[in-house]
């Protein structure tokens, strides 16, 4: 009868996995799931640009009380650009991970 640690040392002894199988897994994975990554790259660009130009924005949306009236249509935009792109974003990274919302 083998022990334990002889099982453990065996488990040990045996290659998980090899590199070339997880070059192939992960080539698979990015084809199949390369809308989730170019919506995730985006979606970072688009907070990069917001936190660079968040002053513009700002003086923008304070021109609308100044007369400019069709300025507030860029906050409102932005804000469903935003709203749009993170969304879909979301959504395709939890189905990728397996969590689905429970159904009532």
């Not at 009236?69 to 906050?75: E, I, N």
């Not at 990274?93 to 991970?97: K, V």
């Given at each position: 009868?083998?022990t334990?640690a002889h ?9 998980t ?10 080539q698979?994975y ?17 907070y990069?640009l917001?936190?660079?130009y ?6 923008i949306?304070?021109d609308t009380?100044?007369g400019h ?7 409102i935009?932005?804000?469903l ?8 974003f979301?959504?395709k ?5 397996g ?6």
């Open positions: 009868m083998r334990i099982r453990y040392l065996d488990e040990i002894a045996k290659p996995h090899s590199v070339t199988k997880d070059l192939y897994r992960m698979r990015l084809v199949t799931n390369r809308n989730t990554f170019a919506l995730g790259i985006i979606s970072i660009v688009l990069t917001l936190y660079f968040s002053v513009d924005l700002t003086h949306a304070e009380n100044h009236k069709a300025l507030f249509f860029v906050p935009v932005t804000a650009i935003f709203s749009y792109v993170h969304g879909s979301t959504s990274f939890w189905d990728i991970i969590i689905k919302a429970k159904k009532p």
